[in-house]
């Protein structure tokens, strides 16, 4: 009868060198400190302050609290939209992205309220105007042609904040 034999096998040598580097997941244009993301915060700075100088500038808009509510959320918009700007600007700067998930939970938490608050304001001054211009026919009496722009830009700045919320909490939630 035969057994098994077992023969010795030399084992390779140990590679000296040092492991490879980690490979890094590429950035996504649009993620906080690549220039999607400035791309995307300038639109959106430039879209929230339009609406907010076209708004500021009627001399009737206190009268309505939707206006007045979207002077403040496009206000808002614009001074948060501008100091992520400036912090991308300085992430490119010294070329580095934003992968802290303290800084990356800041971004999706602070997009996702001012973009609630724009788009809730926007819907609430679009409400008002659609009410003023077609169902009171009080065009001629009002800036409704600047109420609608300051809107129109103000659901402009909307569709610019959506991504940078959807991609911030999307890098947050597949960590």
Known sequence: MSGPAVHPVEAPAPLTEAAPAR????????????????????????????S?????????FPS?????????AVGLQTIW???LALTDVYALLVRRSFRNIGAVSFFAIGDGVTSTLTFAAACASAGITVLIGNDLDKCDL???????????MAFLSWF???PSFLLNFWCLASR
């Open 81 to 83: 939209s501008l100091s």
């Open 142 to 152: 009002n800036h409704c042609t600047r109420f609608m722009s300051a809107t129109a």
């Open 64 to 72: 309505v609290t939707a206006f007045r509510y979207l002077v403040a």
């Open 23 to 50: 490979v890094r997941m590429k950035d996504v244009q649009g993620m906080a400190g690549t220039t999607g993301a400035l791309f995307l915060r300038l639109c959106q700075f430039v879209f929230a302050a339009v």
């Open 52 to 60: 907010l100088c076209v708004m500021a500038t009627t001399s009737d």
């Open 160 to 162: 610019a904040v959506s």
